[in-house]
């Protein structure tokens, strides 16, 4: 049922060569298999606390963990980075911000675009506040977050733990009783 006079907009990132000219864009960057950064230079760490079904071209599909990070480059100018990390595969998927370098005054746009780009796949997100953590915990959060890291071996269990969601198993639990 839909209410007289409500209408909701929602504004999707711009993806793609079909983008006008000057527009926003996050691209995927086959060259960048995770974001080397160091705990002083991560300005946003947000994650996701789902992990929607995705599928990725050359990929297969699989529910994947979502993140977006803001750093500051050595420069002073700032980027911003959103990936998906394919647990089957153990690997990241990192889209970048284009243009690469941000100036301060556009970042809070740049980075508004990203989690509109994760939330329009369906992830539900969660900023960790990483610059109110102690040195110790922002550690432990990038040594954790697969975007931070090299590509990590396939998670022995992915597969096995997909099977078990499926509708045969359901089936089978529910046909021991």
Same mark, same amino acid.
């Given at each position: ?14 993806? $793609? ?8 864009l ?12 160091t ?7 947000v ?17 994947v963990?979502?993140?977006?990070? $803001?750093?500051?480059?050595?420069? $002073? ?37 990203g ?6 796949? $369906? ?8 610059r ?10 990038l ?8 590509? &990590? ?7 096995? &733990? ?16």
């Amino acid at each position: 049922m839909r209410r007289a006079g409500l209408r909701r907009s929602i504004r999707r990132p711009r993806l $793609g060569p079909a983008a006008p000219e000057g527009a926003h864009l996050f691209r995927p960057d086959p060259t960048l298999p995770f974001v080397p950064a160091t705990r002083e230079r991560v300005m946003t760490l947000v994650e996701s606390i789902n992990q929607p079904q995705i599928s990725i071209p050359s990929k297969p599909p699989q529910s994947v963990t979502g993140h977006l990070c $803001g750093l500051r480059n050595p420069d $002073g100018s700032l980027s911003v980075f959103v990936s998906l990390w394919l647990p089957q595969s153990g690997e990241n998927v990192v889209y970048a911000h284009e243009p690469r370098e941000l100036p301060v005054s556009a970042y809070r746009e740049a980075e508004a675009e990203g989690l509109q780009f994760l939330e329009s796949m $369906g992830f539900m997100l969660d900023n960790l506040n990483f610059r109110n953590l102690s040195p110790e915990q922002q550690q432990s959060t990038l040594e954790r977050v697969p975007l931070f890291s090299r590509p &990590r071996p396939a998670r022995a269990d992915a597969g096995t &733990r997909e099977r078990a969601r499926s509708p045969e198993a359901l089936a089978r639990l529910l046909a021991s009783f």
